[in-house]
């Protein structure tokens, strides 16, 4: 180990790091590896302090040290400079030609309800899976959502994605005692509830079957916000159709194409000449 590096500071250490060229190896990794090197370092030479930072020093207040009764009190550690920041990935959405290969490749009325309630009313993969029959009513096309945290929302059903589940109670769906409305079709689990598992089997296949690598579940329900947003839908109301807690999460969460924005862009600009 060069001694110069023994001669910066962390703060300066953090510096170099940041100017420096990103390697291929993650933030994770990177941190991993760092880690092992200080402590390899540290058995070699016992004296020399591990930079890196570990335990309690690697981690934030907890809301339990900083409530209670004696919570006004805590004076929080000064946080090593050695931290990672993640950076806020957003949810990559499919375009017209995925979303299309991706539905072609569904052929039971089961699967075509469930990638229709992802896409056309943003559900959760979870949200579907507690659907029971009761929570939809296909004549007035409401659905009853049991979303995160047991909170429960009315979603608009699409016309389309209401024939689909028709269809679906009326010539596939099992004779069962559950009453959830999706059930495993077919093998010893047949009408017996579907699980995370077994919707994550279907879209894995559907996926390799159609070409479309990023059909995840979530994708679907993604693909949904930014249809939303950019056909001008206000930001609340998009907070509640995706059951977001927050409106600057549902903010975070929708991301505009490009296109769209310089189109909207373009189209303020002009309203704006014609006024002056």
């Known amino acids: 180990m060069p001694r110069d590096l023994d001669r910066r500071t962390p703060r300066e250490r953090a510096v170099d790091d940041r100017q420096a060229p990103r390697p291929l190896l993650g933030d994770h990794h990177q941190l991993a590896a760092l880690t092992g090197l200080f402590t390899f370092r540290t058995l070699r030479e016992p004296d020399l302090r591990n930079p890196m930072p570990s335990g309690r020093e690697a981690r934030r207040v907890s809301a339990e040290e900083r409530s209670g ?16 920041r993640e950076p806020r990935r957003l949810p990559r959405s499919l375009d017209r030609r995925e979303t299309a290969d991706l539905l072609s490749s569904l052929r039971t009325w089961r699967d075509r309800s469930l990638a229709g309630l992802m896409l056309l009313s943003g ?15 296909i004549g007035a ?4 959502v049991l979303g995160k945290g047991a ?6 059903l699409d016309v389309e994605v209401a024939g689909l589940i028709q269809t679906y109670l009326l010539t596939e769906r099992p004779e069962s005692s559950s009453t959830r ?13 579907l699980t995370a598992a077994g919707l994550r089997t279907i879209f894995r296949y559907h996926r390799l079957k159609a070409g479309v690598p990023a059909g995840h ?14 056909a001008g839908v206000d930001l609340a109301v998009m907070q509640a159709l995706l059951g977001r807690a ?27 000449r014609a006024r002056s």
Not at 69 to 84: A, D, Y
């Open 69 to 84: 009764l004696l919570g006004h009190l805590v004076r929080p550690k000064r946080r090593s400079v050695l931290r990672l």
């Open 123 to 137: 559900l959760r993969s979870g949200e579907l899976l507690t659907l029971d029959v009761t929570d939809v009513d």
């Open 141 to 144: 096309r409401w659905i009853r």
């Open 151 to 156: 909170k429960e929302r009315r979603v608009p």
């Open 181 to 193: 409305l999706f059930l495993v079709a077919k093998g010893p689990n047949r009408g017996q509830p």
């Open 217 to 230: 579940p979530h994708a679907l329900r993604h693909t949904f916000g930014t249809a939303m947003a950019e």
């Open 246 to 272: 927050h409106v600057d999460t549902t903010a975070r969460y929708i991301h505009l194409a490009p296109t769209h924005v310089k189109a909207e862009y373009d189209a303020a600009r002009t309203r704006l």
